[in-house]
Structure formats: structure tokens, C-alpha cells
């Protein structure tokens, strides 16, 4: 194969896929190939899909992308078409039977097949070389593979398998890489972040990992999402607290609140605990923004549950929420023994109401921003704007801070911003002292 060819890499799907496109291109690239990230261009001989199979509509985009990309296929605009992650994990078979166009289905943790079915010979490659396709100031740093959670509407386990943790030093040889590339900001993912170490060390090593990658020269913040409330690691409360260079930020998806329902979605975790929990964080680490995900419309969840959890919403004020509606996932225990009773229309009118009731929230929290001075890292220019972002703020998912500046303003670079006004998403500001 004609090394020289270039290859278009569609990443679909989450953060963890993401880290794992970057991954490959990396070795394709010293596999002699140029490469392309998420073109819609047509100018690729070789297109290569990592797929999501998550819920329906991430299985729907997922399908729709392969069907694009086989009809350029058939028109010939390309010449090779390759499919991996999630979707192809699971339905593998299927999509071989219906989609001939494509040259080869892989699954999840399939590089070295795909490398090999691209003529790259396996390589002695530094552990960790990515090719960044974020904004080169920021990076996620997946730090371990699959769950060995059982959350009822949950497939990720079936397609990801058991919890895999990446030792730590591997994981700060890719964080001093990405440092040295200039990533100034890391988000550490896994499907479980808290319970990373638990199957390489036998006790949660968490706190241990995100100390040890403070120390790695060039990175600023460090930011924490997937964390699990069941079991939630003390000393992980306490680094956020002691050290600087961790945001005082935490994306914890508590699905639910109501003890009927938690049970249900074999979560694990009581009402009572999630309480304690949000209060033992916002205590021991004060002025710490909670992340959370909520879904609706879960087998059990009638008319008094679901005004449970707008109760909790409203009571606990979450610095950032996003919610979803229960679908049911083959092979999951939710399809297997629960009614799916409520209809797509009253599931989205639940998630409707707490979207509505979050955005009066969010805008009362961003509007008592105001006048306040906050550190904040510069992603991009848009329009009239500087766009960047606070400690509380993580990038594609939350809110940003768009600045005003009569002196140019660096990407990546940080900045002391004061806070002029706010809307229900975002901040507005402009360079203190300017
Ligand atoms: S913790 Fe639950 S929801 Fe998250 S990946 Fe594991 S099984 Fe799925």
C-alpha cells in the first residue's frame, strides 16, 4: 500500500474515543500516511471511522457517517473504508451483512489490526504519542478502559469489557509528551475514574495519579470527569482542595436521587449517600463546581420520583447539568428486566423541565460572577471575542468566558479576567487592569 496516501479519521462519540483516534493517527503518521481529522472534505483516498454505540442517537450518527462515506465510496471518491470502536464492537456482524462497501469492521482496542490491515509495521513508538486533535493547549487522558459498574441502561460495560487501569508512570510518560507539545491543561476520563487502581494496585490510586501528574512541568490545570459517587475516595476530596494545580471542578453523574429508582438503575448508591457526598465536597472543598448527569424517564420513575429530582436540582444548584432520557440498550439488565413503559414524548418533556429549571440556576450562579476576577485560559478568538474559560468550565461541554481586549490576547495563555455580565451560559469580561 502506497504509504504517501492520506487518511481522513472521523471520531465520533466521547472524550475516551477521541484519545484513541489521537493514538492511532499518531502511529499512522510514522507510518509514513498524512492524515486528516473529521474532514468532510472528500480528498482522502483512505477514510477510517471510530464509531459510538452508546444510545440510539449515538448508534443513528454513527450508522449515517458509514453510510455517508460508503456512497463517496461507491461514487468513487475514496478507495478504502475502514470502521472501529464501539458500534463495530457490538454489531460487528450486522453492519458486515449490510454495508459491503466498507473494506473491514474493527472493534474497540483494535490499533495494531488496523495498523496492520494499513501496512504499518509495528513500531517502537514512545508510550502515549498522540496527534492532538484539541485546540493544542488542552488534552484528555484516558486512564483506563471499561466498567466494572452494572448500571442497568448501561452497554458500555458489554462493549468495553472489565476496568482496565493504565499504570501511573505510563500515564505521566503521556502527560510530560503532551506537556511537551504544549498542553497546559489535561481532562483525566474513563468510563470510572474513581475507581482507577483498583485492578493494578488493589486500592484506589486516583489522588496518587492526579498528584503525580501536577508535578509534570507545563501542565496548569488538571480536571476531573467520570468520577463515581458510590465509594467516592476521601484523599480524592482533600487533592482537590490542596492542590493548586487541580480545578476545583468535578464532573460526578448521579443519574438520579430517588432510592426507588437508584435501585433500579443498580447504582449502588442512596439518596442519603448522594446528599452526604455533595455536601462533603462542597464543605471540604469549598467553591468546587459539580458537574452532574441526570437521565429521565428510567423503568420506576413516576410522577413522585421524577419531582423528587426536580426538588434536588433545585436544592442543590449544580454549577453545570445534562440530562438524558432512558433508552433501552440491548444486552443491557434494563431490557432484559425492566418495562420501558413511558413514551419518548413524556421523557422528553421530564428532561425539558429540568433543562428549564437548570437554566434559571446556571444564569443566577453566572450573574453573581459578576464583578468577580477570575484566572482564565484563552482557546480561541470568535468574532469580536477573546473565548476562553475559567477553572469551573470545562471545554465543548460547559459555558465559556467571551472577552473584550483592545491588546491581542494569546491562545492557550492565561489571564486574569473581571467579570462585566453574564447570560444563563456564559460569562462576559475583559482583561483586569487593561
Ligand atoms: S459506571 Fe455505569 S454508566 Fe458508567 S460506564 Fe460503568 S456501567 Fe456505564
Redesign the pocket.
Known sequence: MNTRKQINLITLGCSKNVVDSEKLMARLRRGGYTLLHDSDEMSAQIVIINTCGFITEAKEESVNTILTFAEAKLRGDIEKLFVFGCLSERYRDDLRREIDEVDEFFGVNSMEDILASLGVPPAQAPVGERLLTTSGHYAYLKISEG?N???S??A??LIRGKHVSTPVEELVSEAKLLAGKGVKELMVVA??TTFYGMDIYGERRLAALLNALSEVDGVEWIRLH?A?PAQFPDNVIDALRNNSKLCRYLDI?F?HVSDAVLKQMR?GVSRRQTCELIDKLRRRAPGIALRTTLMVGHPGEDEAAFAELMDFVREVKFDRLGVFTYSEEEGTYGAKHLKDALTQEEKQRRADALMKLQADISASLNHAKTGKTFRVVLDRTEGDYYVGRTEFDSPEVDGEVLITSPNPLRSGSFYNIKITSADEFDLYGEVEGA
Request: hydrophobic share 5%.
Open positions: 466498567c459498574r452494572r448500571c441502561y448501561c458500555i460495560p468510563q470510572d467520570y463515581y453523574p443519574q447504582r
